[in-house]
């Protein structure tokens, strides 16, 4: 168990009162039934315990369910029930009212939250509820040359090397990056939303989403910059937007190989194709592609497949 990962969490407290706020919406004290899926260090199913939950149903493969039983006996809290196992491998689970997962990492679909929920809707009663209610991703423009210029040391190592073949397995992957407003085309207000899912209905793991900006200004591009907004249920939301309250989770970089040296009037596209199938694990590709007049002047493709996790 990896506990610097779970305090990180744990100290989040943008993410804390957003899913407890959403549980208190929802929980009907003495007569809802929850389910946790991948209930870490127990933090949500112990929340809907003390909000008034008939009982809960903690799911979690990980080791992390040792500490979350101790906890619970410390705050005794006693109508948690844990399972250790992954909550689509467990025949027959208890049909519940609610469905909670905070299941969600920097890229949105990481840790598979779209295929546990949709397998997880099997013991959902009926008119149950899921949180998250709706994911949307959205993307943008780099603009700024700092995250470009650490991926580029790979030119930069000297002593009369090559390092091309490394350089291009850093520039197939998505990098962990806090971007601020300003490192963004029109400060992030261009942000584009390439893909939405609502949990409640049946979403497929393999996406496609577009987005196309005409530029004002002459601007260098030297990738993207992805975020997500979650609704939690209606009315509660949760994002990692660089324009939100700043939440444990960071942005993504999206990189290109070599900037696109835009003008004024140039169209730029970009089409991401994300996998988030459980044999995959997640494979995410994005092609970018700026136009000048109708002429293409410039392409880049890039796939995670081709590089090594950064």
């Not at 423009?141 to 650490?150: L, T």
């Amino acid at each position: 168990m990896l506990i610097e990962f779970h305090r990180n969490m744990l100290a989040d407290t943008v993410r804390n009162e957003a899913f407890y706020r959403a549980l208190e919406k929802v929980i009907v004290p003495g007569k809802t039934v929850v389910a946790d899926l991948g209930s870490g260090t127990g933090l949500l199913s112990f929340m809907a315990s003390k909000l008034g939950a008939k009982s809960v149903h903690a799911y979690e493969y990980s080791e992390a369910i040792a500490l979350s039983k101790k906890l619970a006996l410390e705050n005794n809290i006693q109508n948690v029930r844990f399972i250790h196992n992954h909550s689509t491998k467990v025949a027959k689970p208890t049909m519940v009212d609610v469905i909670v997962s905070e299941t969600l990492g920097n890229y949105a679909y990481e840790e598979n939250i779209l295929e546990s929920v949709a397998d997880a809707k099997r013991f959902l009663k009926p008119n149950g509820i899921v949180i998250p209610h709706r994911i949307e991703q959205f993307v943008a423009p780099v603009v700024s040359a700092r995250f470009f210029d650490e991926l580029s040391v790979w030119d930069r190592v000297g002593y009369g090397l090559d390092f091309s073949i490394a350089k291009e397995m850093s520039s197939n992957n998505l990098y962990v990056r806090t971007f601020a407003a300003t490192d963004l085309l029109e400060s992030a207000k261009c942000a584009v939303r390439w893909d939405a899912a609502e949990l409640i209905k049946v979403n497929k793991s393999v996406r496609v989403g577009k987005a196309s900006w005409l530029l004002r200004e002459p601007t260098p591009i030297y990738g993207f910059a992805v975020w997500w907004d979650c609704e939690l249920v209606p009315g509660i939301s949760l994002g990692t937007s660089p324009l939100s309250p700043r939440t444990h989770w960071e942005q993504l970089y999206f990189p290109l190989r070599q900037p696109m040296v835009a003008e004024v009037g140039d169209q730029l596209n970009v089409t991401i194709k994300s996998d988030s199938r459980f044999e995959v694990g997640v494979n995410v590709t994005w092609e970018a592609v700026l136009r000048r007049k109708d002429k293409i002047v410039a392409l880049d493709e890039l796939d995670m497949r081709k590089g090594d996790a950064g």
